[in-house]
């Protein structure tokens, strides 16, 4: 349900339509949102040792989105873990392919000074007005050189307009 611009109201009538479109159909598009979410315990988790950014999961973790013209939330969370010491993970999101954070660090990072030491990273953004249309959300990583940087089982990444 699209959200619609509520009436100015003057000295007219109003009507079953008018409330049903200006408070009802604007409370039930407040209340349910746009979105999509991939949330699980039992991931087969991934890896990367890339040093330039790429999709984490381009066939799981890649979100649909159908917007009314507002901003997307983003919610990212993973457990992450290397496989050497002082290995370094950036993180990113790609909006219909391209991404949105800075071209060298992406919006975020976690780093891990021993070899499978575990830490959950959170992302959370909200990006600037959309137009109303059609978006595909996708996080992004790298490492930051010589090892493997993995996820754990336990993933959540939502996203909504708001």
């Given at each position: 349900m699209a959200w619609t611009t509520p009436k100015?109201?003057?000295?007219?009538?109003?009507?079953?339509?008018d409330l049903n479109t200006h408070i009802r159909d604007n409370l039930n598009a407040l209340k349910t949102?746009?979105?999509d979410i991939?949330?699980?315990g039992a991931y087969a988790g991934a890896n990367t040792t890339s040093s330039t950014f790429v999709n984490i999961?381009?066939?799981?973790?890649?979100?649909d989105i159908t917007t009314t013209g507002g901003r997307i939330a983003i919610l990212l969370q993973v457990l992450v873990y290397a496989t050497a010491t002082a290995q370094r993970a950036y993180f990113d999101i790609s909006i219909n392919g391209s991404r949105i954070g800075d071209t060298s660090y992406g919006l975020g990072n976690v780093y891990c000074a021993t070899a499978g030491e575990r830490f959950t990273y959170n992302l959370f953004i909200v990006t600037g007005a959309q137009a109303a249309g059609s978006y595909n959300v996708k996080p992004m990583?790298?490492?930051n050189?010589?090892?493997t940087i993995n996820l754990g089982a336990n993933v959540l990444f939502h996203i909504w307009e708001s």
């Open positions: 100015n109201w003057s000295a007219t009538l109003v009507t079953v339509a949102p746009p979105q991939y949330s699980t999961d381009a066939t799981n973790l890649s979100l990583w790298l490492v050189s010589g090892g």
